[in-house]
């Protein structure tokens, strides 16, 4: 769910690439990286990267057309992945895992009748980060150089906790949490055309007269990935609720309403398990090793990533800069 409600309140502006150049950002590294394997499953042909044994690694591709717009525009991401699952989101894990077996029932009826279009359409919908998806990615990163971190819990959260403490520019996601996990500034549409978008936690809570604990408390009372909301409660309505009955618990009184484990999804949002990290920034890829490594070793079809590499080649040109050895 990511607090798509967020979107009505957030602070958010398009900002062009030229203010952002040298900045490093945390990148929620399984948002991304889904992101590029759904489109690629759906607009590539499965041969392209199914090996002879059956493993399909569209992640590879993926990546290597992924990560050019970053080098280009003089960014330098920090893949940062999740961590240990919360039990807290086992719920709303259920409900993805169950809509995921919904498509890949459809899918398959999809195939049988002939119809190519619609299968493709529903192949995105059945993706998951299997582990050869998982391991594959972090090499292809370690071969471009490209800084990993592992986070303790949610990626989000150590996204956010590394802008908040300096070691990182910005966060990068296109869901919100990073703004309830307490991230000062957040690049967004970092997988779209155009220019990306930057939400800001301080003029968020400035517009919303609300603190961070308050902003906390309006996305839970309209549901977050770790809690139902309260039915009826949109986010203008939470917003004048909070201001009124001070915070979550007066509203849930006022309302005698109830949210289950409240007390522990509002601490874990408002402290988070997360590490301490500095990443080293000068990136050096070996593109020869990388593309060997998905054409050579995983059998990726050479026309579908000697573009990207190419671009990633360029951009160390076109920066100039001492990181771009």
């Not at 590879?60 to 039990?87: A, N, S, Y």
């Not at 203008?236 to 289950?260: C, F, N, Y």
Request: aromatic content about 6%.
């Amino acid at each position: 769910m990511g607090n798509a409600d967020l979107r009505d309140l957030a602070s958010i502006r398009s900002v062009g690439f030229e203010e952002l150049a040298e900045n490093v950002v945390a990148v929620d590294a399984h948002n991304w990286l889904y992101r590029y394997l759904t489109t690629t499953v759906k607009w590539t042909s499965d041969e392209a990267y199914t090996t002879a044994d059956g493993a399909e690694v569209a992640n590879l591709i993926g990546v290597v057309q992924g990560l050019p717009k970053f080098f280009e525009h003089d960014l330098i991401p920090v893949m940062v992945f999740d961590g240990e699952m919360t039990e807290m989101k086992a719920d709303e894990v259920a409900d993805r895992r169950e809509k995921r077996e919904r498509a890949e029932k459809r899918q398959t009826a999809a195939a049988e009748r002939g119809d190519t279009v619609e299968a493709a359409r529903l192949s995105a919908r059945t993706q998951r980060l299997t582990g050869v998806i998982q391991e594959t990615t972090r090499e292809l990163f370690e071969l471009l150089d490209v800084p990993v971190v592992e986070a303790p819990g949610e990626g989000e959260a150590q996204c956010a906790h590394m802008a908040a403490t300096g070691s990182v520019d910005h966060a990068g996601s296109e869901d919100y949490d990073t703004l309830l996990f307490g991230a000062p500034t957040t690049i967004r549409q970092l997988t779209s055309k155009g220019d990306p978008e930057l939400m800001e936690l301080e003029a968020t809570l400035a517009e919303l007269a609300l603190d961070r604990e308050g902003l906390v408390d309006v996305a839970m009372l309209c549901g977050t990935d770790f809690n139902e909301g309260i039915r009826g409660v949109g986010p203008k309505t939470a917003v004048s609720a909070v201001r009124e009955h001070g915070d979550l618990w007066g509203v849930l009184a006022a309302r005698d309403a109830t949210i289950p484990n409240a007390e522990a999804v509002r601490e874990f949002f408002l402290d988070p398990p997360v590490s301490d990290e500095s990443v080293d920034t000068t990136v050096e890829p070996d593109i020869e090793a990388a593309r060997a490594y998905v054409v050579d070793e995983w059998g990726v079809d050479a026309g579908e990533v000697t573009r990207g590499f190419e671009r990633i080649r360029e951009s160390q040109v076109q920066t100039g800069l001492d990181r771009w050895t």
